[in-house]
């Protein structure tokens, strides 16, 4: 069963920075495309980056310059470094998995929550 647990969410001032970790098990992970989304209060689920299995990304452009997301298979674990954090990126995130090739390969994890206060 393929599970995904998020961690390093947290409160912290506008312009500071934060690491969101999710470790995955049960999954052959260096096959997955993972990506990390975001869902603020009120607001729907969004895409926030996302890197594939070949090592692309791709990024929301309200953060693109600010985030990175990067992964390592050996850990079977993917990171979100938040740098320059505003009020606006306050929600919970989530980690997903996906297969290109198949439609059906959607997990997600239980979710973190980010509070940048002003």
């Known amino acids: 069963q393929v599970q995904l647990v998020e961690s390093g969410g947290g409160l912290v001032q506008a312009g500071g920075s934060l690491r969101l970790s999710c470790a995955a098990s049960g999954t052959v992970f260096s096959i997955n495309d993972m990506g990390w989304y975001r869902q603020a209060p009120g607001k729907q689920r969004e895409a926030v980056a996302v890197?594939?299995?070949?090592?692309?990304?791709n990024y929301a452009d309200s953060v693109r310059g600010r985030f990175t997301i990067s992964r390592d298979n050996a850990k079977k674990t993917v990171y979100l470094q938040m740098n320059s954090l505003k009020p606006e990126d306050t929600a919970v995130y989530y980690c997903n998995a996906q297969r290109a090739n198949n439609r059906q390969y959607n997990y997600w994890g239980q979710g973190t929550q980010v509070t940048v206060s002003s």
């Open positions: 890197m594939t299995s070949g090592g692309s990304t």
